[in-house]
């Protein structure tokens, strides 16, 4: 299973670049050596132009370990961007979303997250492309790490730089990703918080459970003490011996016996049928 949260290496170069702008490549052949093929933004997750899932791709592909692709287009493109790969072993998850400032693009960030989730769970990679891999594609991609790494916008976006130059979400893009992360850290603040009460409520449960069966065991089928001879009708001890009775000893004997026969049984079997399971 490949462990984002765990990718320490990944952590501290995304924190390296919080603070400072994006890296600027004013090298034209970068820029379209970029543009035009995927790179791997963090362990597992791909972004790149719809290039990079062509048919003729599927060797690299396989190579690298991905088996699920996000494919990012609206209508008007479905005829040229839409899944290339006919193999059985991809999975995708085609989204028709398009690249204006006006499109409501945050409904598709838990989808998204639940998909990349499942191939990395299961030890696969993830590429996620679009028309040309900057905008809606580099969207999604940038609201997973957000999530994934607690960041806010300018701290992912300066990251995904570094690694896809490209990337230019529109403006509506970005407006969405700066709402969404105050969205996901109160789920995740509420997410902890029920899971915690869940775990008092379960404590809490069994607790009371082995209580109850140890009151009923209790109440029912513990031993009681003997009844004491100086308390019963025949008066007192020293009335008995004056009165030629029994000895104390015999007498004491005879109720024991009278106990014993009258007393409820206790097994560990009764025991284990009452414990909570």
């Given at each position: 299973?490949?462990?984002?949260?765990?990718?320490?290496?990944?952590?501290?170069?995304?924190?390296?670049?919080?603070?400072?702008?994006?890296?600027?490549?004013?090298?034209?052949?970068?820029?379209?050596?970029?543009?035009?093929?995927?790179?791997?933004?963090?362990?597992g997750v791909f972004l790149g132009p719809y290039s990079a899932a062509q048919m003729h791709c599927l060797a690299n592909l396989r190579e690298k370990g991905i088996r699920y692709i996000i494919c990012v287009r609206q209508d008007v493109e479905a005829h040229f961007i839409r899944p290339?790969?006919?193999?059985?072993?991809?999975?995708?998850?085609?989204?028709?979303?398009?690249?204006?400032?006006?499109?409501?693009?945050?409904?598709?960030?838990?989808?998204?997250?639940?998909?990349?989730?499942?191939?990395?769970?299961?030890?696969?990679?993830?590429?996620?492309?679009?028309?040309?891999?900057?905008?809606?594609?580099?969207?999604?991609?940038?609201?997973?790490?957000?999530?994934?790494?607690?960041?806010?916008?300018?701290e992912a976006l300066d990251f995904v730089k570094t690694k896809r130059a490209s990337v230019n979400p529109n403006e509506g893009f970005c407006a969405q990703l700066s709402e969404y992360e105050p969205i996901y850290k109160a789920r995740q603040t509420l997410n902890n918080g029920e899971?915690?009460?869940?775990?008092?409520?379960?404590?809490?449960?069994?607790?009371?459970?082995?209580?109850?069966?140890?009151?009923?065991?209790?109440?029912?089928?513990?031993?009681?003490?003997?009844?004491?001879?100086?308390?019963?009708?025949?008066?007192?001890?020293?009335?008995?011996?004056?009165?030629?009775?029994?000895?104390?000893?015999?007498?004491?004997?005879?109720?024991?016996?009278?106990?014993?026969?009258?007393?409820?049984?206790?097994?560990?079997?009764?025991?284990?049928?009452?414990?909570?399971?």
């Amino acid at each position: 299973m490949i462990d984002m949260t765990a990718s320490h290496c990944y952590q501290e170069e995304i924190n390296s670049t919080s603070n400072r702008s994006s890296i600027l490549y004013s090298s034209p052949t970068w820029e379209y050596f970029c543009n035009a093929s995927m790179q791997e933004i963090v362990p597992g997750v791909f972004l790149g132009p719809y290039s990079a899932a062509q048919m003729h791709c599927l060797a690299n592909l396989r190579e690298k370990g991905i088996r699920y692709i996000i494919c990012v287009r609206q209508d008007v493109e479905a005829h040229f961007i839409r899944p290339q790969i006919n193999d059985p072993s991809f999975t995708y998850l085609t989204l028709d979303i398009a690249d204006q400032v006006t499109e409501n693009i945050i409904r598709f960030f838990p989808k998204v997250r639940t998909f990349i989730d499942e191939a990395l769970s299961k030890n696969f990679k993830v590429l996620v492309h679009g028309n040309s891999g900057n905008s809606r594609s580099a969207t999604l991609v940038l609201a997973y790490i957000m999530e994934k790494f607690g960041l806010g916008l300018s701290e992912a976006l300066d990251f995904v730089k570094t690694k896809r130059a490209s990337v230019n979400p529109n403006e509506g893009f970005c407006a969405q990703l700066s709402e969404y992360e105050p969205i996901y850290k109160a789920r995740q603040t509420l997410n902890n918080g029920e899971s915690s009460f869940s775990n008092r409520i379960r404590q809490k449960r069994k607790s009371e459970q082995l209580s109850e069966a140890v009151n009923d065991i209790c109440h029912y089928d513990l031993i009681q003490p003997p009844p004491s001879p100086i308390s019963c009708d025949y008066g007192s001890l020293e009335d008995i011996m004056k009165n030629n009775s029994p000895t104390a000893t015999d007498f004491s004997n005879h109720l024991y016996k009278l106990w014993l026969e009258q007393r409820p049984t206790l097994t560990m079997n009764n025991m284990d049928e009452r414990l909570p399971v």
